[in-house]
RNA sequence: CGGGGCGUGGCUCAGCCUGGUAGAGCGCUCGGUUCGGGACCGAGAGGUCGUAGGUUCAAAUCCUAUCGCCCCGACCA
């Protein structure tokens, strides 16, 4: 490929709007250009990373058995309601009308559609476990698109679904997955973890996030440098030192406390309490539906006075209490300060559960066996000390709803966690019966007897992959790409094309590397060496092949190393092997990585 | 959805407060010099100042509405 005719506007400022590293790279290599908030248009060099990325993704299905399927990215609403998720995705799902008036949604996801698929055609316990998979676009109506690729409202995912006749059989299926990810990542040279992860609104009984670490994300993990535990903190645990609450149980006493609004006050207000020795009360709404009704529940969240509340704990607690009878929890919310106040007669400041009766109340873990701590009294400028929880409050339900915190204690073993921001490449869910029930997937075993499919699914942000590596491997030059994700795998650069014999060296290695099947972008530009070797470095192609006239009066090129920025000399009548060799080296150093 | 910011040649921005016929740098075109880390000289092309309405003799500038984009928060398979 010829740069002269080819389409790369680099960019030689830092264009403003971009915030993150991949983005501002993105941007001012050239890879991409904006159409819309979270809409991006993909020009040719990141076209040709991204089918590398694809290319990995399915020579990696295709080797445990996925087959490819191509799936619409219109949907008729009737899918979606059959399975509760027309209004359980809300206002996240992009949605139209035909001209007569139908409703139809754009797919943020494929479970439905497949699962149709499953249900009319699988029928037997002979015909699984099946694996299908698709690389396609979707659709999600982000509240907020940001940092350039990493949260968009239009991306391509891989998405693979596996059916199963029962769970030992998803675990198995699971396994190949998580397998074959690692594969997928490995090769596509990115440094990941594997995280414990919630399962959200794909509901399902275990779920594996694939994380990167890097402040651009939007997750946070806690993990265990000794024994390896990971888990995002919507999900994550850790191990309580306990505290000492004194030997006897005083009684409740209610005292003053002027203008005390929060914890912090407390702690310095004459006759308050620590912040571990005090209860934090929260008031939540859980909104509920059924058909077209909707309900809202006002529920009490206890926490230690010194731990943050985990809104995605919480929901999960919540809807358990919820869903049943044919209600279902569509979402949880903060309640606002009039609905408090209505509810238990004082201000936020002063709230507390001692003697509440007619609301839900739930506690969290690190609460239990706690006496003597100090609490609002529902009136305000008013707390009470000397609260025993088990004896004075009325605990509907005990669940871990605090989010972790760095140097906390390892839930598996006797190490430390440590708390880092991380962004989701991969999530894999045990999805069980969720969607064969809600959509009648079943089928029949060897005993004649019908039972519902037992699905698995898994998804990778294939852009995602492309942006998170560029997050993690840049310098103050540019980008520094992988092998074998970049678009090229060698740029020829001729430092003055008016050089006839610079320009007859550089015409004769592109072909003859073409010629070897390498994947060569020849810098034909009229223009100076400076622009010409920044710009290579900006876009970040692995190797250089600098032909100049010092070297070349010696017979010689230089081969540059785009990680290292390291040159050597090597006889021009020799480039094209070192070039092939350093290639094939770098490739098989990522494809059997271990 | 709440808070903040920004929309002016292709790009980065100045001009707006204090109204008076639209600017710079980069890029682009042509000519010349230069040629190993974003050169220089000369000559050019290119803008309904996001959109609509209002105030005014006069609006990029003041007022109102609206659209778009960015950031923080809420939210987020």
Redesign the pocket.
């Known amino acids: 490929m010829r740069w002269s005719q080819y389409f790369i506007p680099?960019?030689?400022?830092d264009?403003?709007?971009a915030?993150?590293v991949s983005?501002r790279l993105l941007l001012?290599a050239g890879l991409i250009r904006?159409l819309?908030?979270?809409i991006y248009s993909y020009l040719p060099l990141a076209q040709r990373s991204i089918l590398k990325i694809s290319d990995i993704i399915r020579e990696e299905m295709n080797a445990i058995g996925g087959q490819e399927f191509y799936l619409p990215a219109i949907h008729p609403a009737e899918l979606w309601q059959e399975s509760g998720r027309w209004s359980g995705m809300g206002d996240?799902m992009f949605r139209l009308k035909d001209r007569k008036g139908g409703d139809y949604c754009l797919g943020?996801?494929h479970e439905e559609v497949f699962a149709d698929i499953a249900r009319k055609h699988l029928n037997s316990y002979r015909q699984l476990p099946q694996v299908w998979y698709q690389i396609q676009t979707?659709f999600?109506d982000?509240?907020?698109?940001?940092?350039g690729l990493l949260?968009v409202r239009q991306?391509t995912?891989k998405d693979a679904y596996t059916f199963d006749i029962d769970y030992a059989g998803l675990d198995i299926s699971f396994e190949e997955q998580r397998r074959a990810y690692c594969r997928i990542y490995d090769r596509c040279g990115l440094e990941y973890v594997i995280v414990e992860a919630d399962s959200?609104?794909?509901g399902g009984t275990a779920s594996n996030e694939f994380m990167v670490y890097t402040d651009a994300g939007?997750d946070m993990v806690a993990s265990c440098p000794k024994c390896g535990y990971a888990a995002n903190t919507e999900k994550a645990r850790s191990r309580m030192n306990g505290i000492d609450d004194g030997s006897t149980d005083q009684a409740v006493e209610k005292f003053p406390t002027p203008g005390v609004r929060t914890i912090e006050d407390l702690v310095t207000f004459p006759g308050g309490a620590a912040a571990d020795r005090q209860i934090k009360t929260l008031v939540y709404v859980s909104v509920g539906e059924k058909g077209d009704e909707t309900k809202s529940t006002p529920v009490l969240a206890l926490l230690r006075g010194d731990h943050p509340l985990n809104?995605?704990k919480l929901?999960n607690a919540l809807a358990k209490l919820i869903n049943k009878d044919g209600w279902r929890q569509t979402?949880v919310?903060?309640a606002h300060p009039e609905e408090i106040f209505d509810i238990l007669g004082a201000h936020a400041g002063s709230l507390g559960a001692a003697g509440v009766t007619n609301l839900t109340v739930i506690a969290d873990e690190a609460l239990r066996g706690r006496r003597n701590m100090t609490t609002g009294a529902n009136e305000d400028d008013h707390h009470l000390r000397g609260v025993s929880i088990e004896r004075d409050i009325e605990v509907k339900e005990w669940v871990d709803i605090r989010t972790v915190a760095e140097g906390e204690g390892c839930p598996k073993c006797d190490g430390l966690l440590r708390v880092a921001k991380a962004l989701e490449v991969g999530?894999i869910f045990k999805l069980g019966t969720k969607y064969s029930d809600s959509m009648g997937a079943r089928v029949l075993t060897a005993e004649g007897k019908e039972v519902p499919i037992v699905m698995g699914s898994y998804?990778i942000?294939v852009e995602r992959i492309l942006a998170a590596s560029i997050e993690l491997h840049n310098d103050e030059?540019g980008i520094i790409f992988p092998i074998t994700i970049a678009p090229f795998q060698v740029i020829v650069t001729p430092?003055?094309m008016?050089d006839a014999d610079l320009k007859s060296t550089a015409d004769r290695i592109y072909d003859e590397l073409t010629r070897a099947g390498v994947e060569a972008l020849y810098d034909d530009r009229d223009?100076?060496?400076?622009?010409k070797?920044?710009?290579?470095?900006?876009v970040g192609i692995p190797f250089q092949m600098?032909?100049?006239?010092?070297?070349?009066k010696e017979g010689k090129v230089?081969f540059?190393t785009r990680a290292t920025?390291q040159?050597e000399d090597v006889a021009a009548d020799a480039a094209m092997e070192l070039a092939l060799q350093r290639i094939q080296q770098a490739t098989r150093k990522l494809n059997y990585a271990e």
Do not use: W
Request: charged share 35%; hydrophobic share 25%.
């Open positions: 680099t960019l030689r400022e264009p403003t709007d915030e993150v983005h001012r904006q819309g908030a979270g996240n943020m996801t979707k999600r982000e509240p907020r698109p940001k940092s949260r991306f995912m959200g609104s794909m939007e809104e995605v929901s979402a919310r903060p999530h998804g942000g030059a430092l003055n008016k223009e100076r060496a400076g622009v070797l920044n710009d290579a470095d900006l600098r032909i100049g006239q010092k070297k070349l230089e540059y920025r040159s």
